[in-house]
């Protein structure tokens, strides 16, 4: 199906043409990722609709919107977003494959000190795995931590 | 875009009365989610973009249309009849739930949430 010329249509008005004309996909990736060395890692999973929307192109805005309204809730006096017009009226983002759209849903839902130096450390505060590879139960959830045994040097396979 | 529209302020029953066109577009839930119990898939949603589990009984959803601001409604419920469910932290991209069992302790359960009020 051809996605409508959408850029200046409300994404909320997009997302329910999504809702209503596109098979949700229900992504076999799932994102590890540590944002303190005081918590457990958290497991990023992408949403059936959104991966949707992502494979299917021309719905969703290019990630530096968010970027910015994230600048301005950031704000010590915000009080609501005055610049929602970017998810509006910014050109949308062309048909990503599943590998882009997790990278994008990292970069958008991730904290970015996690993602921009993700492999800084003595190991990766982030690794994108497939959902078999997580722990079968739930047992010391939250103790769960990224294994330090995961390579960070570029030259080796993880 | 070619969908159809219809714009107006109030709607006015022949004998009930009327309602502001404004309560019926802010009272319609923004955003949906039901989520597994251990937080490793969504089953249903709208207007969501990640779920993340962040630990025992804890689910962050993150939105893909954010919400004009932080001070919307939010309602959420166990799938579980004997855990307590609410949403405990609010920013205009992201939610998150807590679940805890009659006895108080977090305890992992099915989610069910909404968010009510205006999108960004």
Known sequence: ????EFQGTH???????????????????????????????????????????ALQGGILPPVWVYWELAKDEAQPDFKKHTRGYLLHN?????????????EYLIMKDCPQHVWRDWDSGNKPKLVICRKEQLPATREW????????????????AA | MALGKIKADTLEHSTSGSVDTKFVVEGSF???ARCVADGTSITKSFNISSLADTGTALQTLTLTNAMSDANYPGV???GDSSCNMAVDSHATTTYRLVSNNNAGSLTDSITQSGLLGDVA
Do not use: G, H
Request: charged residues 30%.
């Open chain 1, 1 to 4: 199906m051809k996605t409508p």
């Open chain 1, 11 to 53: 994404l909320f008005d997009r997302l329910c043409w999504a809702k209503e004309n596109l098979d949700s996909v229900q992504s076999d990736y799932r994102v590890v990722y540590e944002d303190s060395v005081d918590e457990c890692a958290k497991i990023l999973v992408p949403d059936p609709n959104w991966m949707a929307c």
């Open chain 1, 90 to 102: 910014t050109e949308p983002v062309e048909a990503m494959t599943e590998e882009q759209a997790i």
């Open chain 1, 141 to 156: 959830r939250n103790a769960w931590k990224i294994s330090e045994d995961l390579a960070t040097d570029k030259t080796v």
């Open chain 2, 30 to 32: 923004k955003t949906y």
């Open chain 2, 76 to 78: 959420a419920t166990s």
